[in-house]
């Protein structure tokens, strides 16, 4: 069977929101760290994004894949720019990086608006 991940990121939406309720100010600092971290400055919140995935990517966690190729496809990432960036992670680490490409793309093609 397949994952499918738009069903993982609407899964751990959910559990996130129960973390929101039970732990707010914990999740709150995340969040902000989120924001801060992902807001344009030297680098754009695009690159920033890249980035996010390619270490989503090498820490093999599916949750985190697919929400940063949502917002990478909010930012107008291009397919190019996803596939560069998979390529430097299936560089940096080898096999299970380049499995974890693989998930990437299925991602992508899942996420991508139909008129794409």
Do not use: N, W
């Not at 732990?23 to 807001?39: E, H, N, R």
């Amino acid at each position: 069977m397949s994952k499918s991940h738009v069903q993982i990121t609407q899964d751990v939406s959910k559990a996130l929101a129960t973390l929101r309720k039970e732990i707010p100010d914990t999740m709150q600092g995340f969040g902000a760290m989120a924001k801060s971290s992902l807001k344009d400055g030297a680098l754009s919140e695009l690159h920033k994004e890249l980035i996010a995935l390619a270490i989503a990517v090498t820490q093999r966690c599916d949750a985190c894949i697919g929400f940063h190729i949502k917002a990478l496809i909010r930012l107008g990432a291009t397919r190019e720019q996803v596939m560069e960036t998979l390529g430097v992670c299936t560089y940096m680490g080898g096999g299970p990086a380049l499995m974890y490409a693989a998930e990437a793309v299925r991602a992508y093609e899942e996420m991508l608006p139909a008129s794409a």
